[in-house]
Antibody, heavy 118, light 110 residues
Framework: QVQLQESGPGLVKPSETLSLTCTVSGGSMNNYYWSWIRQPPGKGLEWIGYIYYSGTTNYNPSLKSRVLISVDRSKNHFSLVMTSVTAADTAIYFC????????????WGQGILVTVSS | QSVLTQPPSASGTPGQSVTISCSGSSSNIGLNGVNWYQQLPRTAPKLLIYSNNQRPSGVPDRFSGSKSGTSASLAISGLQSDDEADYYCVTWDDSLSAYVFGTGTKVTVL
């Protein structure tokens, strides 16, 4: 069964760029959407955006100006880049698979805590 | 700010039933399917219900979902201590062109 694993730095300085990768194992990336979701410590969930396996993207309007999601099917992974981070971007970042446009998130990666601090 | 409203908490004794509501609008729940997630402490959310009332394989039939108009509900019957968790609803919002999550409900088993 497909599994997802997030990786990247756990600490990013304010105003710098956050970069994370989600590696997909046990299945193909083809014909699926791949999403990023985040959760500030002790708070609720927020959708960041998704990318179709072919490269088409859709972002949360509230983050669109600072976010870029890309896919590398040859490496079976997709990535998140978020620029100009602040303390408000401190969160657990999850990646997840989406079967079709507007569908559910399943499965999820275990999540990675990213702290924005100097 | 969450677009979908859930009660902050719900509780029951073992064996009882609990229902969690998720209130939205005509641009989200009124148009699209609702999905429900269970999040145990320090773990990733787990899919409980998709497309309003469908259970993935492996999810006990104690969990059920429904939708009416611009609101959805998750019902848990035969409450167990393992059900203590946070529960979130989520759907697509056509006006925002984004997925929107509920505010989350903490279920406590007394």
């Amino acid at each position: 069964q497909v599994q997802l694993q997030e990786s990247g730095p756990g600490l990013v300085k304010p105003s710098e760029t956050l970069s994370l990768t989600c590696t997909v194992s046990g299945g193909s990336m083809n014909n699926y959407y791949w999403s990023w979701i985040r959760q500030p410590p002790g708070k609720g969930l927020e959708w960041i955006g998704y990318i179709y396996y072919s490269g088409t993207t859709n972002y949360n309007p509230s983050l669109k100006s600072r976010v870029l999601i890309s896919v590398d099917r040859s490496k079976n992974h997709f990535s998140l880049v978020m620029t100009s981070v602040t303390a408000a971007d401190t969160a657990i970042y999850f990646c997840a698979r989406v079967p079709g446009m507007w569908d559910w998130f399943d499965p999820w990666g275990q999540g990675i805590l990213v702290t924005v601090s100097s | 700010q969450s677009v979908l409203t859930q009660p902050p908490s719900a509780s029951g004794t073992p064996g009882q039933s609990v229902t969690i509501s998720c209130s939205g609008s005509s641009s989200n729940i009124g148009l699209n399917g609702v999905n429900w997630y269970q999040q145990l402490p320090r773990t990733a959310p787990k899919l409980l219900i998709y497309s309003n009332n469908q259970r993935p394989s492996g999810v006990p039939d104690r969990f059920s979902g429904s939708k009416s108009g611009t609101s959805a509900s998750l019902a848990i019957s035969g409450l167990q201590s393992d059900d203590e968790a946070d529960y979130y609803c989520v759907t697509w919002d056509d006006s925002l062109s984004a997925y929107v999550f509920g505010t989350g409900t903490k279920v406590t088993v007394l």
